[in-house]
């Protein structure tokens, strides 16, 4: 008796032990059940949240580019409609007669040129130029545009070698002078066969230019190529010089290069 009453024990302790572990077991099945819908209820509505974020930002994002790139359109125009004066402040344009004619024809102020009649790179001491380097080293532009050579057609009796040793000179000399000074060199002007016909010497501007156009590459200075703006009604009667036609054509190229 004392046996089976002890085996009757054992066996409702295990259907005890049993059902408790049936009762855990669905508690914890509930617990998961409903974490994970909480858990897909958050998400869903996370996700919400963060798309209405995403489409406000970008809504915001999209009308300051709008409104950015008005402010430039009007700037762009307004900078389109300035004056070369406002355009080359803090710039200065070193040349010779040719580079005249900007103040001249009063497309420039004279304070932003220094240009003196037969000035050249070849042999500075007998024109002067070097006094000429010294005081635009003086002025510290911000950028600064070489229009040089037309002389030196002459001067090194067109020797493109010669033009081009001293050139390299001129520039070693503003570089040092002049460490956060931008400088373009421009090219030498064609010329007409009138020209040709008086000194057959201005017919190496083609070389010259050529030389002048690597010594730059070499130097990391940046040439500009002013050849295409020239039209036969701008030269004047010496078939060197140009009307005032031909210098708004040039600032806006220097302009554009530069971009001023």
Known sequence: MRKRKRIGEEERALRFGIMVGVVILIIVIIIVVVRTIHMRV?????????????????QEIDAKIHELEKIERQSSIEWQNSSYNEKFTDCLVLGDSISQGLYVYQHLDDSL??????????????????????????ASPQKLFIALGMNDTISADADAKVFAEAYKAVLDRLKEGLPNTQIY???????????????ARFACVPDFNERLKELCESEETVFIDNTGLVKDEYYEADGIHMSSNYYPEWLDHMAEVADL
Request: a negative charge; proline letters at 3%.
């Open 185 to 199: 060199v421009n090219s030498i002007l064609p010329v007409t066969q009138v020209a040709i016909q008086k000194d």
């Open 42 to 58: 958050d998400t869903a509505e996370g996700e919400k949240r963060l798309k209405a974020m995403e489409k406000a930002d970008v």
């Open 113 to 138: 040129v220094n240009a003196q009649k037969g000035v050249g790179v070849v042999h500075p001491d007998d024109t002067g130029f070097w006094g000429i380097v010294d005081q635009v080293i003086s």
